[in-house]
């Protein structure tokens, strides 16, 4: 497989949606009701005041110009400044995204593991009790959102039974590691605090199952139907026939293709958390980008929110590459397809 | 040589006996306990410069960092705090402070009147935070009220003259924090030119750290997170015993997060801003108590005088007595109590004797045959409730369903509170009435009569009434420069009746504001002053004033061992 020439195809694909992407959400920002200066002042600050602020942010000029002049800064690794945080958008992000990835990390790990593992475990024993119990906890996992998850959560294994902490990225008083990626878990391993990685670690459980489990279980969904497929198609029953042991046969000839549309879902799935995780990081108290993000759209934060929804375009794209070479590799027709052409 | 070795004895000594008190002294810093300590939420992010932040979660913070001239009390009242006593001239325009000697900043340096300058004319120069009570500028920039001037006349003693006399200057003045000048100038940001040559006056650095004399100072800031402040040892005004060593402020977790931090032990108030049902489920867990006080805001209706058909003054006051008030203060939120006048009654110059309107059909009936819309149904009527206050809603549903039965047809709009203060800005776009919360700026019924019904505030969402009359304007400006208190209060009171009897506003209800809280193990004046039924009006953010709590470190312990 030819993968540098398709990754470097998409990347060039990628830069174009991404512009387009920073075109729509600046003028959207932009154009809502509300001067974003007067909201960040308050409504008795001075109109001299408001309209310093305004001018700085060049507010006052037309939506084209005002376009070039966020480009050229942006060229030039400059987004702005919050009005929420009155600070550069480039110190929130990097504060706060490593706070939502590390958290998105685990979630994706139970995402990825959890529902492959009850989907091929369920088509395994398809129409058992087990598989009844599997669909049936799938079935209330989808329909439960994560926020409600995470009220359960939070009421079962904080408020009854105090087994895990509820807020914030680490206990009280417990100083972070020494910043190296910002995340707790794999900076307090870099430090050899053992310590504080399981202090983060804790931390970050509940938000994560909260956020996995409507994934999960949708992904737990589709591996079984995806596996069940599979399973009656000549070619197994060919080696089953031939004698091939069921192990080989599961993990080798029927997982591989039967992943394909849950790997593609999951992935979507997975990069979609980095932005409704607001309400689940908000419950916990996670200073994440997600409640960031929210955050700086009530208050109408102009650079804050195309600055957010930027690097979520990029998550989104990212992710979606990794989906398709991925897929390649598990399905060599769309390999061979992209060899043709 | 004997009186040599006699002194050397001496110092030995001396230094013997100086090495367990400096011992103690540096171990008292260090050993701030982590339990003792204030935790509460409130909403996000805080600004804890003084001349950025106004809103609850900016003033709890920042009193507890930075000093003013004078302090508030829990009643309301004023009493001197770093400015021992003032004068004032015959002609009420100039104040002299005289400071009191030997308060410290947070860095050891000493609190001059040069560091009450700086901070007046910082908050001057950036015009944000507070700026608007002490200095009013006109369209051209000309100052026309408040502040003119302030300059030191020697290290303890400080000279403001003012445009004009202002009666409530004083109580004012607690809304003026103190900023270290020395280190403020030490922490300007050059680069950015926003104040010519004050760079950015140091608001990137007081971002995140405080430059104050304040009983508390800055362990750890976190935008978008917390607050962490620590106990200030070298306070001037000293610590009683139990005080707690710390305070933690940060961003609202959810409802749920909040009953299960402070069945835990994590939180030791709770926020304000909880539905009913939480409070009762608070009330459950063992230790925690919930209070109620009313604050210095009202909920009210404003009504945009000069558009169809509320410019009838009769259908104004049809409106009034058609609202069912009881329900507001019984049904909707039940520690509320129904508004008396345009003015809070926790206020100093409310006047009590006013005339309180009441849901009356007859009445209401009596004045719509009155106006020009006699004998008319359906009569159109826009009303916009604020989308972040959900509440609101069954207020703007209430009213429909009252106007309803006097023949208005009410169109609901829900709008965020952006939007409502661009329709503000023209008589035009500003609805017929207008759902909204409205705060006291400083502890006088003035402020309120001020901001809500002078013309300057017209086209601002504190006045969608577009009131626009030139004998209240003047009445105002007549009673808030007026030093006699009394006389004051008087004027004050004579306002009010003329509001009422225009009926610009329906004045729905005064706020409560309700908290849950750790009873079994803190100590809160604010609470004890509620619990035995006196009345608390303290300005915002000083009734989180933590250096007068007090924690009961081994009860909480035992608590937390069952």
Redesign the interface.
């Known amino acids: 497989m030819r993968l540098g020439p398709f990754v470097l195809r998409r990347l060039a694909i990628s830069i174009f949606v991404l512009f387009g992407l920073s075109i729509l959400i600046f003028l959207i920002a932009r154009i809502v ?3 974003p200066a ?2 960040a ?9 408001v309209e ?1 602020l305004r001018q ?1 942010m060049h507010l006052d000029r037309p939506l084209l110009e005002q376009y070039g002049l966020w480009l050229w800064e942006v060229a030039h690794g400059n987004l702005g400044d919050s009005l ?4 550069p958008v480039k110190q ?1 992000i990097r ?2 995204f490593p706070a939502t990835l590390e958290l998105v990390g685990l979630t994706a790990i139970f995402i990825i593991v959890g529902g492959i593992s009850l989907g091929v475990i369920s088509a395994r024993y398809a129409n058992t009790w087990f598989d009844n119990v599997v669909r049936l906890f799938s079935y209330l996992g989808i329909v439960t959102p994560a926020f409600a998850w995470a ?1 359960i959560l ?2 079962l294994f ?2 009854v039974w ?1 087994i895990f902490p ?3 990225r680490l206990t ?2 417990v100083i972070p590691p020494v910043t190296i990626t910002g995340m707790y878990t794999i900076d307090s391993l870099l430090n050899g605090r053992f310590d504080l990685f399981w202090d983060a670690f804790m931390h970050l459980i509940l938000p994560a199952i909260a956020l996995a489990l409507p994934p999960m279980s949708q992904a737990a969904r589709i591996t079984r139907s995806s596996m069940a497929d599979n399973q009656n198609k000549d070619c197994i029953a060919s080696m089953i026939a031939y004698g091939v042991p069921n192990r080989v046969v599961t993990g080798k000839y029927l997982l591989k293709p039967s992943l394909i549309s849950p790997i593609t879902v999951m992935a979507l799935d997975i990069a979609a958390t980095f932005g409704y995780a607001f309400m689940v990081e ?4 996670f ?1 994440g980008l997600a ?2 993000g929210i ?1 700086v759209m ?1 208050n ?1 934060d102009v650079n804050a929110i195309v600055g957010v929804v930027m690097v979520l375009g990029v998550v989104f794209i990212t992710l979606n590459i990794v989906v398709d070479i991925i897929v390649a590799y598990l399905d060599p027709r769309i390999r061979l397809l992209g060899r043709n052409v | 040589m004997k009186n040599l070795k006699s002194l050397l004895y001496l110092i030995i000594l001396v230094a013997l006996l100086a090495i367990p008190v400096i011992g103690i002294t540096a171990a008292s810093a260090a050993e701030h306990n982590p339990e003792s300590i204030v935790r509460w939420c409130e909403d996000w992010p805080t600004y804890i410069d003084p001349a950025v932040g106004t809103d609850f979660s900016d003033t709890m913070a920042i009193v507890q960092l930075y000093d003013t001239l004078i302090f508030p009390n829990l009643d309301g009242s004023v009493r001197p705090h770093v400015a021992e006593k003032w004068d004032i001239s015959d002609d009420f325009l100039t104040y002299t402070f005289y400071l009191r000697k030997g308060v410290k900043f947070h860095n050891g340096d000493e609190l001059t009147a040069e560091d009450v300058v700086f901070s007046t004319e910082r908050l001057f120069d950036i015009g944000e935070g507070f700026a608007y009570i002490l200095q009013t500028k006109d369209a051209q920039g000309k100052i026309i009220a408040g502040i003119e001037s302030v300059k030191a006349i020697d290290d303890y003693t400080v000279e403001f003259k003012l445009a004009r006399p202002f009666g409530p200057f004083v109580p004012a003045l607690v809304r003026l924090y103190i900023l270290n000048k020395s280190q403020v100038m030490k922490n300007i940001d050059k680069s950015n030119a926003m104040y010519g040559e004050m760079g950015d006056y140091g608001k990137k650095w007081l971002l995140t750290n405080d430059a104050g004399s304040g009983p508390y100072k800055v362990k750890e800031m976190k935008m978008e997170e917390s607050l962490l402040g620590e106990k200030f040892d070298d306070y001037w005004d000293g610590w009683e015993e139990g005080a707690p060593d710390f305070f933690k402020e940060f961003a609202f977790p959810g409802e749920v997060a909040i009953r299960t931090m402070m069945k835990n032990q994590e939180l030791e108030i709770t926020s304000e801003t909880l539905p009913m049902e939480a409070y009762a489920a608070l009330r459950e867990i063992p230790g925690v108590e919930t209070i109620a006080y009313l604050s210095t805001h009202n909920l009210q209706i404003m009504l945009n005088t000069r558009v169809p058909p509320t410019d009838d003054i009769h259908f104004r006051k049809a409106l009034s007595w058609a609202m069912d008030y009881d329900v507001v203060v019984n049904d909707i939120w039940p520690y509320y109590v129904q508004s008396v006048g345009p003015v809070p009654q926790t206020l100093p110059g409310h006047n009590k004797d006013v005339l309180q309107y009441s849901y009356n059909l007859e009445k209401a009936k009596e004045e719509m045959a009155k106006s020009a819309y006699a004998g008319k149904e359906n009569i159109p009527f826009t009303l916009s409730w604020c989308a972040e206050v959900p509440d609101e809603e069954k207020v703007a549903l209430l009213f429909q369903v009252n106007a309803a039965e006097i023949g208005i047809d009410v169109e609901i709009f829900k709008k965020p509170f952006g939007l409502m203060i661009d329709d503000a800005q023209t008589v035009k776009t500003t609805p017929n009435g207008s759902v909204v919360y409205v705060a006291a700026h400083y502890n006088e019924a003035g402020s309120m009569l001020d901001t809500r019904y002078h013309s300057k505030s017209q086209g601002t969402w504190e006045q969608c009434e577009w009131l626009g009359s030139p004998n209240i304007d003047t009445a105002i400006e007549v009673a808030l420069a007026t030093v006699d208190e009394d006389e004051r209060f008087k004027e004050y009171a004579e306002i009010q009746n003329t509001l009422v009897d225009l009926a610009p506003t329906i004045w729905l209800a005064d706020q409560a504001l309700e908290f849950g809280y750790q009873a079994d193990y803190l100590v809160w004046p604010l609470a004890e002053r509620v619990k035995a039924g006196k009345s608390s009006s303290p300005p915002m953010g000083y009734s989180f004033y933590v250096r007068d709590m007090k924690i009961l470190v081994e009860k909480k312990a035992e608590l937390l061992k069952k």
């Open positions: 009701p509300g001067d007067r909201m002042l308050g409504p008795r600050a001075p109109v001299d005041v310093r700085q929420v945080t009155r600070r929130d504060e706060f009220v939070m009421l904080g408020f105090h509820t807020y914030g009280e008083g908000k419950i916990f108290g200073p409640r960031y955050q009530l109408k």
